[in-house]
């Protein structure tokens, strides 16, 4: 019975103007990587909020994307923003307390560039908010005029910390990873684990060993041809053996209910 469960996937959208209307987007390569894990449902980011609660009862698994917004300053005491930083209020309140609720309620979590620094936010952290201009860091910044194949290219390695989720996957002690981001992990949240970090020492992904679902953030962007990439394909693997555990532990919950 439980090889027929197919677990569904949340994916969280952006609240953009496209031409003269308000819409709720989200890339194509999120939606696709996130149908390797079950059947993709689309969140929007309303005006008015979502409830999480409700939208966990049916989730099986959620997708935080990336996003070409950043999380606005105000949820981790930071500085004002640069002039024309982009950012996204609905999104934010969509994402940030149904990252809480998720880790509270179990629910399988993959976070991505945006998702990630949401993640660290959500649970307390801090962000650099332009990593280029820091002393001793790289341009982390995609080369704005390169083709989407040079932009979503290696750019540079991570390496990984031992004993923890990354070691469990089998994934190497170093690999090569893409790099399209100015903000980054400041200060770690409480309760999120290092799993890896680039050569300047920047976090790349991270996290949460002893929550009650699998809890993965990263700063990279393993859903481009996610398929090609064994490192990225072990991490959308592991994600999809997390939410079909969790579709299955549900429906026994609803039987006995």
Same mark, same amino acid.
Request: charged letters at 20%.
């Given at each position: 019975?439980?090889?027929?469960?197919?677990?569904?996937?949340?994916?969280?959208?952006?609240?953009?103007?496209?031409?003269?209307?308000?819409?709720?987007?989200?890339?194509?390569?999120?939606?696709?990587?996130?149908?390797?894990?079950?059947?993709?449902?689309?969140?929007?980011?309303?005006?008015?909020?979502?409830?999480?609660?409700?939208?966990?009862?049916?989730?099986?698994?959620?997708?935080?994307?990336?996003?070409?917004?950043?999380?606005?300053?105000?949820?981790?005491?930071?500085?004002?923003?640069?002039?024309?930083?982009? +950012?996204? =209020?609905?999104? @934010? #309140? $969509?994402?940030?307390? &149904?990252?809480?609720? /998720?880790? %509270?309620?179990?629910?399988?979590?993959?976070?991505?560039?945006?998702?990630?620094?949401?993640?660290?936010?959500?649970?307390?952290?801090?962000?650099?908010?332009?990593?280029?201009?820091?002393?001793?860091?790289?341009?982390?910044?995609?080369?704005?005029?390169?083709?989407?194949?040079?932009?979503?290219?290696?750019?540079?390695?991570?390496?990984?910390?031992?004993?923890?989720?990354?070691?469990?996957?089998?994934?190497?002690?170093?690999?090569?990873?893409?790099?399209? +981001?100015? =903000?980054?992990? @400041? #200060? $770690?949240?409480?309760? &999120?684990?290092?799993? /890896?970090? %680039?050569?300047?020492?920047?976090?790349?992904?991270?996290?949460?060993?002893?929550?009650?679902?699998?809890?993965?953030?990263?700063?990279?962007?393993?859903?481009?041809?996610?398929?090609?990439?064994?490192?990225?394909?072990?991490?959308?693997?592991?994600?999809?053996?997390?939410?079909?555990?969790?579709?299955?532990?549900?429906?026994?919950?609803?039987?006995?209910?």
């Amino acid at each position: 019975m439980s090889a027929n469960v197919v677990p569904l996937i949340g994916v969280s959208a952006c609240r953009q103007q496209v031409g003269k209307n308000a819409s709720h987007t989200v890339g194509d390569k999120y939606v696709e990587a996130a149908g390797y894990a079950g059947i993709p449902l689309i969140l929007p980011a309303r005006d008015v909020g979502s409830d999480p609660l409700a939208l966990l009862s049916i989730l099986n698994g959620i997708v935080f994307t990336g996003s070409p917004s950043n999380v606005e300053p105000h949820h981790y005491n930071g500085a004002a923003s640069v002039a024309g930083t982009r +950012h996204d =209020q609905a999104r @934010d #309140r $969509l994402t940030l307390p &149904l990252l809480r609720a /998720a880790i %509270a309620a179990g629910v399988p979590v993959l976070c991505i560039c945006r998702g990630f620094q949401e993640l660290n936010v959500a649970l307390g952290g801090s962000l650099h908010q332009r990593v280029q201009e820091l002393p001793g860091y790289l341009d982390h910044r995609e080369p704005q005029d390169a083709p989407l194949e040079e932009q979503y290219g290696p750019r540079h390695l991570v390496r990984t910390e031992a004993g923890g989720l990354f070691e469990r996957f089998g994934l190497p002690e170093q690999f090569e990873v893409n790099s399209l +981001h100015s =903000q980054g992990i @400041d #200060r $770690l949240a409480s309760g &999120l684990r290092v799993e /890896a970090r %680039a050569p300047d020492g920047l976090i790349e992904a991270v996290s949460m060993l002893d929550a009650p679902g699998l809890v993965l953030g990263v700063q990279w962007h393993p859903e481009w041809r996610f398929a090609e990439n064994p490192v990225s394909l072990r991490l959308f693997k592991a994600f999809r053996e997390a939410c079909k555990a969790h579709a299955v532990r549900e429906v026994s919950r609803q039987k006995t209910v």
